[in-house]
């Protein structure tokens, strides 16, 4: 975890001096030579790479994530003042995303050959092909321009959430469904579900309280990667809806090259994914007591 | 922790393919109309502008936001209609196309030469260099494509060039992946073996006895990862730092039409429809070609 951390960090120093001379990056076109000079020496730009890299160690150790141009203040406060709208939006996103994908996985593995399995199976197939924001458009044109049923965009009132949710979750649901329904057909083959089935229990409690807790490791695997992945679709979501999170504030930091801002984002998404995947291994030995042993 | 977290569904989707007695294989009509639509696009691409009616950035202030030709108030100079600008619709998705075709091969193309040089490295010499290999894989997982272009962009701005390489960058960890098991599992093969007792050094050994054994699957990879790759281009044109104009893309013109919905809904639906259309096709010779060729693995594609 603390090694995926730092190689997050390192990627993101190496990231910032791609261009060789970072200082391009924040100032705007026709600034006098000497006024680059000096930002270049008050961010430490001009001494040697190695040097620069043990100051951004130490920096982010102080937490000192380095100023937004823009702002005029930590980079840090700014983006983590946008954490808050990403993660209702992440959150929301997730449990709708878990709640319809474990529901048709499991239904469509149960009875895989009757016509509602086939037609769930063809739309997540569909739902796979088609990208987030086309979705949201989709949305957008039906429910708030055709049928004037939601505003477009904006935070606050409780309508505003329905659209940018459905359309995150809409991105992670598709994998939830194939991931689910393999792992519960997979079960479904085993021995004790033919027991369960002989001593007569009924079909949802075969479904539910044995095969579903078996195949449920993997599919919580699959829950962590999409969640912690989710600040990626976050940035698409809230550019469309307007919705003032971590992902829009890193698209509006790029065009006002406020740089530090952009690179404050992309830690705590690293940061966010790191957390979320350690919390899943504990769930992980939580859920199985053989993985204790190991 | 990845390390697990990835290979544990790649597993269990393995032992989920129903093995089926071997028939004549029937190609559904699916297959054969994505083919159609696939093949359709790449020539559409190629010819470009010479079957475009009309010169992509032409602009017509009195033909403005005009519908497709089928629906009332449409033309037949303009099949699919206009977008806000007076530009003729079906030229710029001709065009767009094009860019978005090149985007999505190119990129896989980066990711797969990347991911495969990666995998032969860490699957073959194992040790630190797979654990170094597989921890920088690792970091790539925790930025999401797209974060990790919006990082890419704001340093270096946006080309088409560093759009393909970002796209590339995006995708490869599953291409790694792949080919290091691949290679873990043919390593000590006693083809290998042989190879080595007459002398082969290791250079010859992972280009010509370990290479040809992953180019199937890099070759299905290769092919369920396209539309990820045309989405990922999408994707960032629609945030405006993709494509830039007024050069069209299927995400910028969706962008493009975003504020025209109530007016004229066609300059949004035409490259969305486009999109889906393109990414659906794609996918399903993906999904087709790993029952054919890979019937034993799921190449889970997961970012």
Known sequence: MVVTLWGVVTLVFLLGRLSGDPVALMVPEGTPPADIEILRHQLGLDSPLPVQYADFLGGIAHGDFGRSILYRRSALDVALERLPATAELAVWAMALAVVVGLTVGVVTAARPNSWLSRLAVFLAVSARATPGFVFGIFLILFLAVALRLLPTGGRGAPLQLIMPVATLAFVATPTLIRITRAQMLETLRQEYVRTARAKGLGTSAILWRHAFKNASLPIVTIIGIQFGAMLGGAAIVETLFAWPGMGLLAISSINQRDYPVVQCVLLLAGTWFVLVNTAVDMAYVMLDPRSRRA | ?303
């Open chain 2, 1 to 303: 922790m990845t390390e697990s977290a990835i290979a544990a569904p790649r597993t269990a989707g393995a032992s989920a393919v129903v093995v089926r007695p071997r028939r004549r294989r029937h190609v559904e009509w699916t297959v054969w109309m994505a083919f159609v639509v696939v093949l359709a696009a790449l020539a559409t691409a190629i010819l470009g502008d010479a079957i475009a009616p009309y010169p992509y950035s032409s602009v017509s202030l009195t033909q403005r936001l005009l519908p497709p030709m089928i629906l009332a108030g449409g033309s037949g100079a303009h099949v699919l209609g206009t977008d806000a600008l007076g530009r003729d619709l079906l030229s710029r998705l001709i065009v767009g196309l094009r860019v978005s075709l090149l985007a999505g091969f190119g990129g896989v193309l980066v990711a797969a030469a990347l991911g495969t040089t990666v995998g032969l490295l860490s699957g073959y010499f194992r040790g630190w260099v797979e654990n170094v290999l597989m921890m920088v894989a690792d970091v790539k997982l925790a930025l999401p494509g797209i974060l990790l272009a919006i990082g890419v962009i704001a340093v270096l701005g946006s080309s088409s060039g560093v759009l393909v390489v970002v796209i590339g960058l995006g995708i490869w960890v599953g291409f790694a992946r792949v080919v290091r098991s691949v290679v873990i599992r043919v390593r000590n093969e006693e083809f290998v073996m042989a190879a080595r007792s007459i002398g082969a050094g290791d250079r010859d050994i992972i280009v010509r006895h370990l290479l040809p054994n992953c180019v199937t699957p890099i070759i299905v990879l290769a092919t369920l990862e396209v539309p990820t790759a045309i989405t990922l281009e999408a994707s960032l044109s629609f945030l405006g730092i993709g494509i830039q104009p007024p050069t069209p893309s299927l995400g910028n013109m969706i962008a493009d039409g975003r504020g025209y919905l109530d007016l004229n809904p066609w300059q949004t639906l035409v490259p969305a429809l486009g999109l889906i259309i393109l990414t659906l096709s794609v996918s399903r010779i993906g999904d087709w070609l790993t029952t054919i060729l890979d019937p034993a693995s799921e190449t889970g594609t997961i970012h």
